[in-house]
Antibody, heavy 117, light 107 residues
């Protein structure tokens, strides 16, 4: 059974960088798309971007200038960096597997990141 | 980006009721649409993909239909564990976009 688990600081100061890591267990990180999705309190889900196991990335244009997603196949992990955060970046952040660009089938439990001084 | 609009935003229903949720896309997306269920404090769970394909392990009371710009999720007989928020998601292109959600509450 594939499992995903997010990890990282739950509190980030405004203008600093949000960094999260997702550890994938129970399966290989190869041959899939790995995405980050977030959900601000009371709002709809927002797709942040993906990295494919081959290294290709694609980011939401609304966040593209501030986002980097990277992959460490040796550790079965992928990571999110979001620069210059503001209160608007406060959200539940999920790491997710996308199968063949058709569906998000496995989700991490989510981690709440609050941006506040 | 493709805009996804769900209706209604919320509904009240009783156990055993048939429930239908609609999702409209701002442009044609073939059948590249999924439905997800989210319970409080939990991650979304995939129910339906490719508009009408039931994800493994999902009860058969859930079904999806539609193509192009209009899609529906139907729960044939609402069960107590089905009270949740439901989201549609288009995977036709990037950026992936979600509907605003439909909250199904107990009447």
């Amino acid at each position: 059974q594939v499992q995903l688990q997010e990890s990282g600081p739950g509190l980030v100061k405004p203008s600093e960088t949000l960094s999260l890591t997702c550890t994938v267990s129970g399966g290989s990180i190869r041959s899939y798309y790995w995405s980050w999705i977030r959900q601000p309190p009371g709002k709809r889900l927002e797709w942040i971007g993906f990295i494919h196991s081959g290294g290709t990335t694609n980011y939401n244009p609304s966040l593209k200038s501030r986002v980097t997603i990277s992959l460490d196949t040796s550790k079965n992990q992928f990571s999110l960096r979001l620069n210059s955060v503001t209160a608007a970046d406060t959200a539940l952040y999920y790491c997710v597997r996308e199968v063949g660009a058709t569906r998000f089938d496995y989700w991490g439990p989510g981690t709440l990141v609050t941006v506040s001084s | 980006a493709i805009q996804m609009t769900q209706s209604p935003s919320s509904l009240s229903a009783s156990v055993g009721d048939r429930v239908t949720i609609t999702c409209r896309a701002s442009q044609g997306i073939r059948n590249d649409l999924g439905w997800y269920q989210q319970k409080p404090g939990k991650a979304p769970k995939l129910l339906i993909y490719a508009a009408s394909s039931l994800q493994t392990g999902v009860p058969s009371r859930f079904s999806g239909s539609g193509s192009g710009t209009e899609f529906t999720l139907t729960i044939s007989s609402l069960q107590p564990e089905d009270f949740a928020t439901y989201y549609c998601l288009q995977n036709y292109n990037y950026p992936r976009t979600f509907g605003q959600g439909t909250k199904v509450e107990i009447k």
